[in-house]
């Protein structure tokens, strides 16, 4: 061991009394044990540098990537292998043995000739070489490629690397060209799953009778799947013939309902011709009252096919895969639906390729808003049939019940312009718009719960863009992506602001179903790919799940919304100034002002790109016990969040666990994995959750900017929920994570200020884990926490790996104020506290087993572990201050056990058995411990650096 002037010496610095006082005085004053072992080293016997594991990549997630030459769109979406998420099997935040995979996806593979026209025969391609695919008109890039690292579904519970075999999911692209191939299909005839239904009355009396002379009539039709839809003629008043036209789809019945008073009316269902001979249904009354009808279910019909040179999107076929890697349940040749789940099996880490081709079939086109006689349904069917707007109009004229496109264009790019959609619109189907402008500022877009696309290329701006907003009784299955576009409010189940800005709905609506799954993409990888092009969507208003719903049957242990950013810009309005973070200013991932009871259950949040104000995870209230049941979770590996990201809310309470793993892009403001805890009256409690949290900061993350958000600045991360700080009876608990926090800080991450187990005002009412496991570039430059800033804490546990930095301190307890019950454990078992040329008692670069501040106390053991002997993680410790059992200040208030060992490693400062200050009493024994080949270049005490030890002290030097 290298001793300064080999020697040990025991000394207080601050006092001039003789060494025997001293020793009373800050070593305690029952007994001084000292134990001197003597050992000689030179610095070359220091351990190497923390090994990593894991096979390299060939680059890091970048959130700004590029278009390159005219015909690639490329995607380096790759992470480090040996990022601690990734490779570290200690880490209690993990995904061990991820696998690099390119995907690439052709636009150009083949087409398809096929008569049918609905389902392409895959025996029947031909290989196209013009290359007539494009992104859009203008846009020539016909080929997308991925480069994607992809997680095991055992990989956060295997025990090592190599153990982690589990698949790999993967979610296949949507179409991506809006500029489609041509093909000649000739004329032929097929039966139609569909057939236009034609709907009148008549009547034979002069007058009827009731009030205004009027009866009424109502038509029902119920598919073959249990699905309803109504057309209500209204009151028939005397001259008049209600009718209309609707499209079935066969094994369709129809029944009819005929009230009046007086005379004679008759209703008929007959096919699209009219004809009596294709009558389906007749209902006559001519009597008082009401009565009733019902048809046998509607035949299919033989259509003419017309000939056609469009073709529209069917589906991926896999065209290549390299050696080794293999599709689970697929082989070469089969088809892949776009947005859908595939399992990639391999048990190599890098060099696995699939090549995707896709697969066009006939499309049906209709200009302007007439309606197609034939059309697809089924997967993906809104690819096929297209509605090309000829003319600036209503976008109610194109509320079709047939899944459509919209667009400016003909589907192979041609004869177009792009029009004028004005007003409202409602999907009776799903739908996609592209090349088209929005008029309707002024106006709302509901999808009604069916799948609404708004493609690349739509411009002008949308008051509300909604998924529903009356009671639904069936399972929510619908996917709502925006990639273009202005709009004030959007939301993807119901909206707050259902006209023009203010809350005209205080009612809540009801969905009863019990399996909803809600898919949501904001954004495109194609202006993710240019230079990260965020001003083709722009949100200026709210952006959340949705408001004013009961979820009153969903299963709470499933997924409820799963939503991806991938580009825009959102809560513009807002500019530099991020205010509070309140539910309207973050992107909110929950339902505001549900009912009782309601059952949110999983949302999960994928951020790749795009610029945003604040992030919410939203509150629910299905979970009641610490049964472990996931509520939110986040997966940042790019983009911008200008304000905060918390997993709660503004103050509300929340209920289960919450898990955030950051790995790409910037948050210029804090993070914490509760309530933000904006003050508001009446929450009762305000603002804790009722589960636990676990936080992975980490990759090539920057975190910290200028931003304050709610009177706390950013650069801070936090375990639990920021917190209110307010005293009032309801807001005392404001940030309170119930069952504990997990926070892993790691990799090449950048922190402006300070880690905390707990929260800003917000704590950890059970154990706190903070793992710190920094790489050489890696770097907290504030200081770490085991427990809360101002407030309490439960048990905490600091580990300190690595060879990354920490200019800080390291405290075990909290900061300014708070109790933590403890036991505390800290280790740094490697890496750097402080910094060179900090002075040796400085402010920074020290080590305290208990808190910072007067205020803050430990009643329990603490124990302070500096290096380790037969550690998996080699390395050694260099720390530039002191290491300190007791506090910065900071009192001991119980009897309890402190103990430092050091086994290696080189601390520039000395080692104190009790705290620093005159407020750093300590109410117990103090061990210290000195092994192994540690290097101290100043002092070793018992006690403390003028700070008291009300017990016997204890100092070991040189012990193996």
């Not at 895959?122 to 290989?127: G, P, Q, Y």
């Amino acid at each position: 061991m290298l001793w300064r002037n080999s020697v040990v010496r025991m000394r207080n610095m601050y006092s001039k009394n003789n060494m025997e006082n001293q020793m009373r005085k800050n070593c305690g004053r029952r007994r001084v044990v000292v134990a001197f072992m003597m050992m000689w080293m030179t610095l070359s016997g220091l351990y190497a540098q923390e090994q990593r594991l894991g096979a390299p990549v060939s680059g890091h997630y970048n959130a700004t990537l590029t278009a390159t030459g005219s015909d690639v769109v490329l995607l380096n979406d790759l992470d480090d292998h040996t990022w601690v998420y990734y490779s570290d099997v200690n880490s209690p935040i993990r995904s061990l043995g991820p696998a690099d995979v390119k995907i690439t996806y052709l636009g150009n593979g083949n087409t398809v000739s096929t008569a049918a026209g609905v389902a392409p025969a895959l025996t029947s391609f031909t290989a196209s070489t013009d290359n007539k695919v494009k992104v859009n008109v203008g846009e020539a890039e016909h080929t997308y490629i991925y480069y994607k690292t992809l997680e095991r579904t055992d990989g956060s519970t295997a025990a090592s690397a190599s153990a982690a075999v589990g698949d790999l999911p993967y979610t296949t692209i949507p179409n991506p060209f809006q500029v489609r191939p041509s093909h000649n299909y000739a004329a032929t005839t097929m039966p139609s799953t569909t057939r236009a239904i034609y709907i009148s009355t008549g009547r034979s009396a002069a007058t009827w009778g009731g009030t205004g002379g009027q009866g009424s009539i109502s038509v029902t039709y119920t598919d073959a799947s249990g699905n309803t839809a109504t057309w209500n003629g209204g009151n028939i008043q005397n001259g008049s013939t209600p009718y209309t036209t609707i499209v079935v789809k066969t094994g369709t019945t129809i029944t009819m309902r005929l009230t009046r008073s007086s005379g004679t009316v008759t209703c008929r269902a007959q096919y699209d011709d009219g004809s009596g001979s294709n009558l389906i249904a007749q209902q006559s009354k001519n009597t008082n009252g009401t009565s009733t009808y019902t048809s046998g279910a509607v035949a299919a019909k033989t259509v003419n096919v017309p000939a056609s040179s469009y073709c529209g999107f069917y589906a991926w076929r896999i065209k290549s895969l390299s050696s080794g890697l293999t599709i689970v349940g697929k082989s070469v040749g089969d088809t892949v639906l776009a947005e859908s789940e595939i399992l990639f099996r391999t048990s190599s880490a890098t060099g696995n390729e699939v090549e995707l081709e896709a697969l066009w079939a006939q499309a049906f086109v209709a200009s302007g808003s007439d309606n197609l006689t034939v059309y697809v349904e089924g997967a993906c069917a809104y690819e096929r049939n297209f509605h090309v707007v000829s003319s600036a109009g209503d976008a109610s004229a194109y509320q079709k019940t047939y899944p459509c496109t919209i667009s400016g264009y003909y589907p192979d790019g041609s004869s177009g312009v792009v029009r004028t959609l004005n007003g409202a619109f409602t999907a009776n189907a799903d739908v996609k718009f592209e090349n088209v402008q929005f008029n309707a500022a002024s106006n709302n877009f509901n999808a009604d719960a069916h799948s609404l696309v708004v493609g690349r290329g739509c411009t002008g701006t949308v008051n509300a863009l909604q998924g529903f907003i009356a009671n639904k009784s069936t399972n929510l299955r619908y996917h709502l992506r925006v990639e273009s576009g202005t709009y004030t409010y959007l939301s993807f189940f119901r909206d707050y602001f259902l006209t023009t800005g203010t809350n005209n709905s205080t009612t809540t609506i009801t969905a009863t179903g019990n399996d909803n799954l809600v898919w949501g993409t904001l954004g495109s990888d194609y202006d993710r790919a240019n230079n990260g092009d965020n001003t083709k969507l722009t949100v200026t208003g709210t952006c959340m799940m949705g408001n004013l719903i009961t979820m009153a049957n969903q299963n709470a242990s499933k997924k409820t919304f799963d939503l991806t950013v991938k580009s825009g810009r959102f809560f513009t309005s807002l500019g530099t100034d991020m205010g509070e973070a309140s539910a309207y200013q973050c992107l909110y991932m929950g339902i505001t002002s549900y009912g009782t009871n309601s059952k949110t259950a999983l949302r999960c949040l994928t951020i790749e790109g795009g610029e945003l104000a604040s992030i919410a995870g939203g509150v629910d209230n299905n979970q009641s016990a610490d049964n472990g049941v996931l509520s939110f979770l986040l997966r940042m590996r790019g983009g911008l969040v200008k304000g905060a990201i918390f997993g709660g809310g503004a103050v509300s309470p929340a209920s289960g666990d919450r898990r955030m793993i950051l790995t790409g892009g910037e948050v210029k403001g804090w993070i914490g994995a509760g309530c933000n805890g904006v003050t508001s009256s009446g929450a009762t409690p305000g603002g804790q959750t009722n589960g636990r949290s676990t936080v992975y900061v980490g990759g090539n993350l920057k975190v910290g900017g200028s931003a304050i958000i709610n009177g706390t600045e950013g650069g801070n991360v936090f375990g639990a929920g920021k917190g209110s700080g307010s005293d009032a009876e309801n807001e005392r608990e404001s940030g309170k994570m119930s069952y504990g926090t997990t926070v892993v800080v790691a990799d090449e991450v950048d922190i402006l200020h300070n880690v905390f187990g707990g929260g800003y005002y917000g704590f950890a009412d059970a154990k706190a884990n903070v793992y710190v496991n920094l790489h050489d570039a890696g770097v907290v430059r504030g200081n770490v926490y085991g427990g809360a800033n101002q407030n309490k804490g439960k048990s905490v546990d600091v580990t300190i790996r690595g060879s990354g930095t920490v200019k800080g301190n390291v405290y075990g307890g909290s900061n300014t104020s708070g109790e933590v019950e403890g036991p505390v454990r800290v280790l740094v078992e490697s890496g750097t506290i402080g910094s060179e040329g900090d002075a040796i008692y400085g402010t920074t670069g020290n080590v305290f087993g208990c808190g910072y501040g007067s205020r803050t106390s430990v009643n329990s053991d603490v124990t302070v572990i500096i290096g380790a002997r037969g550690a998996t993680h080699v390395g050694t410790p260099i720390i530039h201050g002191s290491v300190y059992c007791g506090g910065d200040n900071a009192p001991h208030t119980v009897n309890g056990d402190f103990s430092i060992t050091t086994w290696n490693g080189h601390i520039h400062g000395s080692v104190f058995g009790g705290g620093r200050g005159g407020s750093a009493v300590v109410h117990g024994d103090t061990h210290v411990n000195i092994k192994g080949t540690t290097r101290v270049d100043a002092n070793v005490y018992g006690g403390g650096n003028a700070g008291t030890v009300d017990g016997s002290t204890y100092v070991k030097v040189g012990e193996q």
